[in-house]
Structures are given as structure tokens and as C-alpha cells.
């Protein structure tokens, strides 16, 4: 069973930068997911932010956040990061941390909420 818990959420400028975690626990190998972030804003569906691949060779982005945002992870530390900077209006949402396997259901956490606004 995997447990997922998200951080580094909050109240931020546009133009300004957060540092999202989620760090991950439980019975499971954590260099064998695939991790990826999330987000849904207020009246809308969710959509995939960004995806890194399970040794962290490989990573995919949505358009909207191509060239601002950065996935990582350290399969060490068992945690997954998401860096966003030039934030915008529009990324104002909460951001839920995702753990996937072929093998099992997929694994979420609570939920971080990142509010852009000046």
C-alpha cells in the first residue's frame, strides 16, 4: 500500500515560484512507479501536469506548463518534487501527487493548494 502526502503549497504572486513534495511511504517500491502531478481548479476536470518515468530518465509536460514547470524525484529519499516558477493566475488549483504501477491501483495523496494572485 502506498501513502502519498503533498507539501510546499500556498499563497503566491504571479511571476513568483513554489516548491511542491510529496513524499511517499508504505509497502512498495518506489523506484518501480511512475510518479506524476496533478491538478484541478475550481469548475474544472482534472488534468495532468507533469510525469516522470520510474528511474527519472524520462518526463512529459502539459503545454501550459512547458518551459516553467520541473519534475524530479529521488528514489532515495522516496519523494517526487515539482518546481514551478513564472507562476500565472491560471495555475491557481490544487495539486494532488499520483503513484503508478501496471501491477496495482493507482496511489493519490490529499492535495496541495497553490493559490496564484497578487
Known amino acids: 500500500q502506498v501513502q502519498l502526502v503533498e507539501s510546499g503549497g500556498g499563497l503566491v504572486q504571479p511571476g513568483g515560484s513554489l516548491r511542491l513534495s510529496c513524499a511517499c511511504s508504505?509497502?512498495?517500491?518506489?523506484?518501480?512507479?511512475?510518479m506524476s502531478w496533478y491538478r484541478r481548479a475550481p469548475g474544472k476536470e482534472r488534468e495532468l501536469v507533469a510525469v516522470?518515468?520510474?528511474?527519472?530518465?524520462?518526463?512529459n509536460y502539459a503545454d501550459s506548463v512547458k518551459g516553467r514547470f520541473t519534475i524530479a524525484r529521488d528514489n532515495a529519499r522516496n519523494a517526487v518534487y515539482l518546481q514551478m516558477n513564472s507562476l500565472k493566475p491560471e495555475d491557481t488549483a490544487v495539486y494532488y501527487c499520483?503513484?503508478?504501477?501496471?501491477?496495482?491501483?493507482?496511489?493519490w495523496g490529499q492535495g496541495t493548494q497553490v493559490t496564484v494572485s497578487s
Open positions: 499520483n503513484a503508478r504501477a501496471p501491477w496495482v491501483q493507482d496511489s
Open positions: 508504505g509497502t512498495f517500491t518506489f523506484s518501480s512507479y511512475t
Open positions: 516522470i518515468s520510474s528511474s527519472g530518465g524520462n518526463t
